[in-house]
T-cell receptor, first 113, second 111 residues
Framework: DQQVKQNSPSLSVQEGRISILNCDYT??????FLWYKKYPAEGPTFLIS?????DKNEDGRFTVFLNKSAKHLSLHIVPSQPGDSAVYFC????????????FGTGTSLTVIP | DGGITQSPKYLFRKEGQNVTLSCEQN?????MYWYRQDPGQGLRLIYY???????QKGDIAEGYSVSREKKESFPLTVTSAQKNPTAFYLC??????????FGDGTRLSIL
């Protein structure tokens, strides 16, 4: 059973506009959420994280929003750049799952110049 | 430079053979992980280890084995019991309460 879901397999955005990537989860015990960026034939690279005590975390052009009541998080990239084109994975864990992380299926973002 | 090294980048296996994928880290991380990625799917956990000489099964451990004799090393063996071993394999490590760092992966193909 998929505990972390990314329902949009792909997204295309014009350069300079905002990219919004979404992620839903089912386990209310999750308390730590992360976004990773992945290029083909490479490992994922950590982008940004948020703990359940916050509802927003910002790092430069990247902002993650967490809505615990809706079990939903989103990653906003603004302004989007062509170099942002990659697959983005969200992941979640909790103290109850120990060191185990659960990943979504990924969203492929294409930023059009 | 500190990081996680996976080798080889591409690996071919004949049916019925066991094959071992290497993962080494010099980040002094305690926990290490193995994931499998298939097309259109997320990362699925095979095994993880929180300390030396200890490891736990993930969601898809059948047909795989691991060892953790040293803190720096966490090799994964794909046995002949794994019915569909063709995939992209990723190794990761982390410090407690920190994000995982990933290697660049090994792509395993069956001849």
């Amino acid at each position: 059973d998929q505990q972390v879901k990314q329902n949009s397999p792909s997204l295309s955005v014009q350069e300079g506009r905002i990219s919004i990537l979404n992620c839903d989860y089912t386990n209310s015990m999750f308390d730590y959420f992360l976004w990773y960026k992945k290029y083909p034939a490479e490992g994922p690279t950590f982008l940004i994280s948020i703990s359940s005590i916050k509802d927003k975390n910002e790092d430069g052009r990247f902002t993650v929003f967490l809505n615990k009541s809706a079990k939903h998080l989103s990653l906003h990239i603004v302004p989007s750049q062509p170099g942002d084109s990659a697959v983005y994975f969200c992941a979640a864990s909790s103290r109850n799952t120990g060191n185990q992380f659960y990943f979504g299926t990924g969203t492929s973002l294409t930023v059009i110049p | 430079d500190g990081g996680i090294t996976q080798s080889p980048k591409y690996l071919f296996r004949k049916e019925g053979q066991n094959v071992t994928l290497s993962c080494e880290q010099n980040l002094n991380h305690d926990a290490m992980y193995w994931y499998r990625q298939d097309p259109g799917q997320g990362l699925r956990l095979i095994y993880y280890s929180q300390i030396v000489n200890d490891f736990q099964k993930g969601d898809i451990a059948e047909g795989y084995s691991v060892s953790r004799e040293k803190k720096e090393s966490f090799p994964l063996t794909v046995t002949s019991a794994q019915k569909n071993p063709t995939a992209f394999y990723l190794c990761a490590s982390r410090l407690t309460d920190q994000p995982q760092h990933f290697g660049d992966g090994t792509r395993l193909s069956i001849l």
